[in-house]
Nanobody, 115 residues
Framework: QVRLVESGGGLVQAGGSLRLSCLASGSISNISSMGWHRQAPGKERESVAV???????NYAYSVKDRFTISRDNAKNTVYLQMNSLKPEDTAVYSC?????????WGQGTQVTVSS
């Protein structure tokens, strides 16, 4: 059974930075894509960033040039470096991995940006 655990969320002032981590544990081999979504109160869940097995990345327009996704395959971990945070970035951030054609999700971590 594969489990994802996020960490690194919290409260930060606007303009600050946070780094989210997502560790995948269990029976894991050949993770393809990894990524982060977020969901703000009253809003639909949206894709924030994706990184493929070839390390190709894709970002939501709203976070481009501020957020950076990366992965460490040896540690089965995906990261999201968030800089220049804005109050509108406040949301629950959830990581996911694509493994054997199946998407597996973490529970999420709260990020709150104060103005």
């Amino acid at each position: 059974q594969v489990r994802l655990v996020e960490s690194g969320g919290g409260l930060v002032q606007a303009g600050g930075s946070l780094r989210l981590s997502c560790l995948a544990s269990g029976s894991i081999s050949n993770i393809s894509s990894m990524g982060w979504h977020r969901q703000a109160p009253g809003k639909e869940r949206e894709s924030v960033a994706v990184i493929t097995s070839l390390r190709t990345t894709n970002y939501a327009y709203s976070v481009k040039d501020r957020f950076t996704i990366s992965r460490d395959n040896a540690k089965n971990t995906v990261y999201l470096q968030m800089n220049s945070l804005k109050p509108e970035d406040t949301a629950v951030y959830s990581c996911w991995i694509r493994l054997g054609g199946v998407s597996i999700w973490g529970q999420g971590t709260q990020v709150t940006v104060s103005s």
